[in-house]
C-alpha cells in the first residue's frame, strides 16, 4: 500500500481516537452532575448547567491543556510510526503536515472550549440604556454601541459584552469585560472626540481597568470579530 494512503488513513484514525479521548472528560462530567444529588454538588461548590462551565471555566481551561497535551503527543508518536517508512526526502513535508494539522485541531479544541464557557449575554437593551450606549457620531458617520449582560452573581458582578455596528449594521468590534454594580468602578461609558472607554472591574487592583477603543474602530478590531478566540 502506498505510503500517502497509509499516511491519510492513519490521519483518519488518530484524529478518531482523539476526539474519542477528549470526549471522555466532559462526558464524565456530565453523567456525574445526573447521578450527583443536588445537594453534594453544592456542597462541593459545584452547580449544574452553563453556570458550572462559567465558575470553573479556568479548571476546565487547564484540564483541557493537559488532556490535549496527552493527546497530541500520542497523535504525533502515531502518525510519526507511518512517516518513517516515507523516503527521506518526502517525510520533511509529512512531518510538516503533520504539524500544520495538529495546529489546526488544537485551534478548533479552543474555539470550542471557550465558546462552550463563554457567558449566555442577553437584555441587550436594556443594558446599553444603563451603561450609557447607543448611537454615537465619530467622523460623520453613525455608530450604535451595544451592550449586552449576563446579570450579576453574588458579588454583583455582572460580565458584559460590547459590540459596535456602523451606520450599514456591520459589524466592527468587540469587547468583553465586567462591572461591578454599586462598587468602586464607574459603570458607565465615557465618551471622547476620538475614542471611548470603559471600565472593566475584572482587572486587579494594580492593573489599570480604564479601556479605551479608538473610534471609528480600527481594522484590527474589524478582523477580531471574523476570527475566532482573537476577540
Known sequence: MPVARV????????????????????????????????????????????????????????LTAGLMSITLAAFYYGMGRVIVLA???????????????????????????????????????????????????YRGEQFRIELCGSGSDADRRDHIRLRIFDEKGEWRAVRYFTVRWGGPYPVLLDYARDHFAYFDASEGEDEDFVKVVPMPPTLADWLSTRIPLLD
Open 7 to 62: 499516511y491519510l488513513t492513519q490521519l483518519l484514525l488518530s484524529t478518531l481516537y482523539a476526539g474519542l479521548f477528549l470526549s471522555l472528560a466532559p462526558i464524565a462530567a456530565g453523567v456525574a452532575m445526573l447521578l450527583l444529588p443536588p445537594a453534594t454538588l453544592q456542597e462541593w461548590g459545584l452547580h449544574p448547567g452553563r453556570a458550572a462551565l462559567q465558575q470553573h471555566r479556568e479548571a476546565l481551561y487547564w
Open 87 to 137: 523516503k527521506p526526502r518526502w517525510r520533511p513535508a509529512y512531518q510538516t503536515t503533520t504539524l500544520l494539522y495538529m495546529l489546526l485541531m488544537s485551534y478548533g479544541v479552543a474555539i470550542a472550549l471557550v465558546t462552550t464557557t463563554r457567558p449566555h449575554y442577553r437584555q441587550c437593551e436594556m443594558y446599553t440604556q444603563k451603561l450609557n450606549g447607543g448611537l454615537r457620531e
